[in-house]
């Protein structure tokens, strides 16, 4: 069978092909001149694997879609409290080049408007980098997001740094304000230079995927950033990715995104995608016309919006029984599905509620096919409550979903792969 999914994209570009409605950038020769007729649309799942359409080979500079992936960077190397202390995380409802500082303390209101996005850049790679250094760092750091190894477009470079007025007027502004402690124009030339790196939209689609994969590249399976810097970058994309008109995005399309000059937009869907598209028309926000519409038609036709959430879970346990009698009786309770806050909820109320009436109780996961931290720490902790009301604890685990189980002060659990190494004797079943 020929996959559906690349019959599904390419069609999807048709449907918008015939849309000529904005227009390039046109504050460099090398934006305005691009081919808008340009379209291309890019999936990558978080097992690695990339679909595409179009002209997925063309290479673009990936401007301001390197803001959130800088500013992760720089949350990785210097920690959040250094890096929130520079940039806040306040969508500022404004364009991407507005000055948009807090009054008293000159703090960009966040990573994505230009003024945010220099600070980020600055903080990118450890204290004392020289310019060079930090430079070296954001494009290795871009590559392992792409999984291959990027470069700058010196022409796009050179022909943004001699129309950066405004971006080195806010990076004085910064200055100024001492969020840039350095010679602000060398932070420009930085920070233009990132804008300028070449991509293709299936290199987008992989820096997406890494996002949706909690950090971890799906292709290269290397680790880019940790996964609690994935979460507020995602955050902040949901909230300010698409500048003014970020409200609108969410509710209408309900991806983390994040748009670039040159035409390309990225999406990340957590758990589950990462999309590209790239097309060069822009509408009044700075946006990709066709982008933005393919960008509404995928998360319709694949039911992706963030908000949409899944229907909750039939119930985690599956059956509880007594199996054996008397002293050597124990109590099963076979559980199911994903092991997180709403289904661990379920479990350890019921447990409450309805006290295993057996001395001995074991917990079956062989069905259970995810346990979340959350899950995990509950599940444990009725172990440890479970062990303290005088019952002896096993988990069945034949599949390894809860590794080194550690119930803490009190409690206690042996790990089994079947309820025969419990028990040889009694077999008659009495059901609950
Ligand atoms: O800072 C600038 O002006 C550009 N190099 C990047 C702007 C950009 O991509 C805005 N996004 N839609």
């Known amino acids: 069978m020929r996959s559906p999914i690349p ?3 390419a069609e999807a570009l048709r449907s918008v092909q015939a849309d000529r409605s904005g227009a390039t950038a046109d504050y460099i020769p090398q934006l305005a001149d691009a081919d808008p007729e340009l379209l291309a649309a890019a999936l990558c799942t978080l097992d690695g694997h990339v679909y595409s359409a179009g002209d997925c080979g063309v290479e673009f500079s990936i401007q301001s879609i390197s803001k959130p992936l800088v500013y992760a960077l720089a949350l990785a190397d210097r920690g959040f409290d250094e890096v929130l202390g520079k940039v806040w995380v306040e969508p500022s409802g404004d364009a991407f080049n507005e000055i948009s500082l807090e009054p008293d303390s000159g703090r960009p209101r966040n990573p994505m408007i230009n003024a945010g996005a220099i600070t980020a850049h600055s903080l990118a790679g450890p204290v004392g980098a020289t310019p060079d250094e930090r430079f070296a760092r954001i494009l290795d750091g871009l590559s392992a997001f792409a999984g291959r190894e990027l470069a700058v477009d010196e022409s796009v470079y050179q022909s943004e740094m001699t129309h950066s007025f405004r971006n080195r007027a806010l990076a004085n502004m910064l200055r100024a304000h001492h969020i840039l402690d350095e010679e602000p124009l060398l932070v420009v030339d930085g920070y233009t230079r990132q804008c300028s790196v070449l991509v293709t939209v299936n290199d987008l ?10 950090g971890v590249n799906p292709v290269t399976g290397r680790p880019v950033v940790p996964a609690p810097v994935v979460r507020q970058v995602l955050s902040v994309m949901s909230t300010c990715g698409m500048y003014d008109g970020a409200g609108d995005w969410m509710t209408r399309v309900g991806v983390p995104a994040k748009s670039g000059v040159a035409g390309g937009l990225i ?35 694949m039911g992706m919006h963030l908000m949409d959430a899944p229907r909750a879970a039939p119930s985690v346990i599956r059956d509880s029984r007594l199996v054996g009698s008397a002293a050597a009786a124990i109590w099963v309770l076979a559980l199911q599905g994903d092991l997180r806050f709403a289904t661990a909820e379920r479990l350890v109320r019921a447990l409450a509620e309805d006290p295993p009436a057996a001395p001995q109780v074991a917990i079956d996961l062989e069905r259970v096919l995810a346990v979340d931290d959350v899950g995990r720490r509950m599940l444990l902790e009725a172990v440890r409550r479970l062990t303290l009301d005088g019952h002896q604890m096993y988990l069945i685990d034949p599949n390894g979903v809860l590794p080194g189980p550690d119930p803490g002060d009190g409690g206690r659990v042996t790990v089994v792969q079947d309820l025969s190494e419990i028990a040889e004797s009694d077999r008659s079943v009495v059901r609950r």
Do not use: C, K, W
């Not at 689609?205 to 994969?213: D, K, R």
């Not at 990340?268 to 038609?297: E, W």
């Open 267 to 301: 999406g990340a869907l957590p758990g589950q995608v990462g999309i590209a598209t790239f097309s060069p028309r822009l509408d009044g926000h700075g946006n990709s016309v066709r982008g933005v519409d393919l960008f509404q038609r995928f998360t319709a036709d």
């Open 7 to 9: 019959d599904y994209l």
């Open 205 to 214: 689609a992989i820096m997406a995927a890494t996002l949706a994969n909690r």
